[in-house]
């Protein structure tokens, strides 16, 4: 099994960091980077004309590899999530009464675009509430999902991941219920990709969408998008000159081609060839395709599922391990300690976490230890 990382970052000694799912440290090769590529533009004779698309071609075919997509040109780079939304949202033809499934409590950045298109074309927003806090409470969100797809429902729009409690959704099964339907499936996968096993290979999601700052290692302010079939042929939010034909001849970008390039490319953000971001998330994906998910998965359970135990026995609802990720989960208080004393108490004892509605979301990452789960279980016991 894979051991701990703390040696690759520059996290504080006197900090218990768990709150990856807020944002990640850097990793010291990626801040290196970094800084290599800030001081690149103190002389910007030396940034040439190529440079605007060989790190953006590094940083796709990294994602692609990552997410099982056999070609890098289904893969998009992105500011934000709220911007991959509302490019799948501007591509989809929708209806009055066309029903969109979402999740209750979800991700804003998942949920304002299909608001405003409530509005603007009247479909129907229907949200799958969470079940109460009880044994197999994970398997039943799943199964009130999938019993809510029906004909009328034009997209699935959900996480991987819950980003509040780790509740773990079934993408194989209820993709295989879409595909019935002829359902749009888009993916917030923020909380989940660079940490849990997904391939598109597998589970052909129509759009899979991710901030980059989190489990991607990389900086604040650029994400990564991959766009299936159902997209190929459709319309950016920005018609920037990057993403249309012949953009790499620089003697001729006043030979305007309204042509865009192909598949999802179209898709990419203006300024994507970002000479600071893009080698910096590119190297954070590149240390994720190392470890691996799945070695970052089991390293997870491997250090919290002590502490796990500890703190069901004392009365906390944690959902179950096979119906969560084991890099996220969240510690629901029943009554033993109130938020706002666990607040006080985590503070003083420098432990890192967020809390999420009714819950602590603690979210450890290969830097952190079962010596780190220990004090946090100390805070609560």
């Known amino acids: 099994m894979l051991g701990c990382q703390k ?11 768990l709150n990856c799912a807020t944002m990640s440290p850097f990793l010291r090769s990626v801040e290196n980077i970094g800084i290599e ?19 953006r071609r590094i940083l796709k075919d990294r994602f692609a590899f990552l997410i099982g997509a056999a070609d890098p040109d289904s893969v998009a780079i992105i500011p934000s999530v709220s911007y991959g939304i509302a490019t ?30 409530e509005r603007e074309k009247e479909v129907r927003i229907t949200t799958i509430a969470a079940p109460p806090l009880l044994k197999g409470r994970g398997k039943l969100w799943n199964e009130s999902l999938m019993e809510a797809i029906s004909q009328r429902t034009k997209v699935v729009a959900i996480p991987q991941v819950h980003w509040s409690d780790g509740t773990l959704f079934n993408l194989k099964a209820i993709r ?22 997904f391939s598109v290979s597998e589970i052909a999601v129509d759009a899979i969408i991710c901030g980059g700052y989190k489990w991607l290692m990389g900086a604040y302010g650029m994400g990564m998008a991959y766009y299936g079939e159902r997209f190929y ?56 395709i190392n470890w691996t998910p799945a070695a970052i998965q089991d390293y997870c359970h491997s250090i919290t599922s002590n502490g796990i135990s500890i703190l069901r026995d004392h009365g906390y609802f944690i959902e179950e391990t096979d119906s969560r990720a084991q890099h996220l989960f969240g510690i629901f208080t ?4 109130s938020l706002a004393e666990l607040k006080d108490i985590l503070a003083q004892e420098n432990v ?30």
């Not at 040696?7 to 960091?17: A, M």
């Not at 009055?96 to 991700?107: A, N, P, S, Y």
């Not at 595909?179 to 499936?185: H, I, K, R, S």
């Open 7 to 17: 040696h690759l970052f520059s996290l504080s000694e006197d900090v218990t960091y």
């Open 37 to 55: 590529n800030l001081k690149r533009k103190s002389n910007p004779q030396h940034i040439l004309s190529e440079h605007f698309f060989t790190d």
């Open 88 to 117: 799948a949202v501007k591509n989809i033809s929708f209806n009055k009464d066309d029903e969109i499934l979402v999740l209750e409590d979800q991700f804003p950045s998942n949920i304002y675009a299909w608001k405003q298109l």
């Open 176 to 197: 295989d219920k879409t595909n019935e339907t002829g359902t749009y499936l888009i993916i917030d996968g923020t909380q989940s990709i660079g940490a849990l096993p």
């Open 233 to 288: 042929e459709g319309s950016p939010l920005e018609d920037n000159w990057i993403n249309h034909f012949g953009s790499e001849d620089f003697t001729n970008l006043a030979e305007y081609n309204p042509e865009f390039k192909p598949k999802s490319t179209r898709f990419d953000m203006g300024e994507s060839s970002n000479f600071i971001l893009v080698p910096m998330l590119a190297e954070g994906i590149q240390q994720l």
């Open 334 to 337: 029943s009554g033993k300690k």
């Open 352 to 381: 890192k976490v967020s809390f999420r509605g009714q819950s602590v979301r603690v979210s450890p990452h290969l830097y952190n230890t079962e010596a780190d789960i220990e004090k946090l279980v100390n805070c609560f016991i």
